[in-house]
Nanobody, 114 residues
C-alpha cells in the first residue's frame, strides 16, 4: 500500500487562501505522477490538479488560475496552493496517483464560508 497523509485544510472566508500538503510513501513518490482530488458532499470525487515527475502540471477548468500544484521530491511531498477560494471549493481534499488512484488517505477538509 501507498501511504498518503494530507494536511493543511481548514475554514476560510471566500477569497482567502490555503496551502495543502500531502506526504507520500518515499519508495514510490519520485516515479509517479501525483494529483490532488476532492469530494464535495453528495458529489463524486473529482481530479483537481496533477503534476508529473518532470514538473508538468494540469488543472481542472474550475480551479485553473487559482490553484497551483507543486512537488518536493526530496521530501516526498506534494502541495496545493489554493487562492481566491470560493464556497464551491468546499470539499475533502485527497492526494493520490494520477490517473489511476490507489488506496485513499484520510483527506483534509476545506470549508469556504463567510
Amino acid at each position: 500500500q501507498v501511504q498518503f497523509v494530507e494536511s493543511g485544510g481548514g475554514l476560510v472566508q471566500p477569497g482567502g487562501s490555503l496551502r495543502l500538503s500531502c506526504a507520500v510513501s518515499q519508495y514510490i513518490f519520485k516515479v509517479i505522477t501525483i494529483g490532488w482530488y476532492r469530494q464535495a458532499p453528495g458529489k463524486q470525487r473529482e481530479s483537481v490538479a496533477n503534476i508529473t515527475t518532470g514538473g508538468k502540471t494540469d488543472y481542472a477548468e474550475t480551479v485553473k488560475g487559482r490553484f497551483t500544484i507543486s512537488r518536493d521530491n526530496a521530501k516526498s511531498t506534494v502541495y496545493l496552493q489554493m487562492n481566491s477560494l470560493k464556497p464551491e471549493d468546499t470539499a475533502v481534499y485527497y492526494c493520490n496517483l494520477n490517473p489511476t488512484p490507489r488506496n485513499w488517505g484520510q483527506g483534509t477538509q476545506v470549508t469556504v464560508s463567510s
